[in-house]
């Protein structure tokens, strides 16, 4: 059973600081990654995806993964309070069998 | 660029019955997916549609169903509709790679009463 394992929350983070979130999964076959934010009664929006172990900045966010850890993580630097939402960490086996497997969310609280 | 757009956003339908949702991808993607999101289980992964054929599935039962037409637009069908049912249904389009960005709809919101 593949399985993403995300704190579930609420993480409250003030208003200018680095929201850190992370993401463990069970599949080392997993070849891609992702990170959406719902926002409430909202569809997930894609923020960012990884592929490969290290880094990857994309504005205010940062996504890093380890393959060996099996472990992805999305920084938000500079936080906003319309940063605050749900973020899902989704997986991809890569196989293609299942297609995305999400965690169940981590909810992110930024305080002015 | 237009995005994924579902219809329609809101359904109310009775136990036993049958609901039939639609989907229409990205233009230029091939690929359509459906999830279900409910409170308890998070996001699950129903089936991925490619090229009019069911390339993946999930865990659901036979009662949930799926096609896709020749202009990639897809439809999901849930029938003998259970009060368990009752979740947002979400439609997601990519480019066609298995491992390629999937970008979602505004989703279907489903309640069996």
């Known amino acids: 059973q593949k399985e993403v394992e995300q704190n579930s929350g609420p993480l409250s983070v003030p208003e200018g600081a680095i929201a850190s979130l992370n993401c463990t999964y069970s599949?080392?076959?997993?070849?891609?990654f992702f990170w959406y934010r719902q926002y409430s009664g909202k569809s997930p929006e894609l923020i960012m995806s990884?592929?490969?172990?290290g880094d990857k900045e994309d504005g205010r966010f940062t996504a890093q993964l380890n393959k060996a850890s099996q472990y992805v993580s999305l920084l938000i630097r500079d936080s906003q309070p319309s940063d605050s939402a749900t973020y899902l960490c989704?997986?991809?086996?890569?196989?293609?069998?299942?297609?995305?497997?999400f965690g169940k969310g981590t909810h992110l609280i930024i305080q002015p | 660029k237009a995005g994924v757009t579902q219809t329609p956003r809101y359904l109310i339908k009775t136990r036993g019955q049958q609901v039939t949702l639609s989907c229409s991808p990205i233009?230029?993607?091939?690929?359509v997916s459906w999830y279900q999101q409910t409170p308890g289980q998070g996001l699950q992964f129903l089936f991925e549609y490619f090229s009019e054929t069911q390339r993946n599935k999930g865990n659901f039962p036979g009662r949930f169903s799926g096609r896709q037409f020749s202009n990639s637009r897809s439809e999901m069908n849930v029938s003998t509709l259970e009060l368990g049912d009752s979740a947002l249904y979400l439609c997601a389009s990519k480019t066609g790679g298995l491992n390629t960005e999937a970008f979602f709809g505004q989703g279907t919101r489903l309640t069996v009463v």
């Open positions: 599949d080392r076959g997993s070849q891609s």
């Open positions: 989704a997986v991809h086996s890569g196989g293609g069998a299942d297609g995305l497997t």
């Open positions: 233009s230029g993607h091939r690929s």
């Open positions: 990884i592929y490969s172990n």
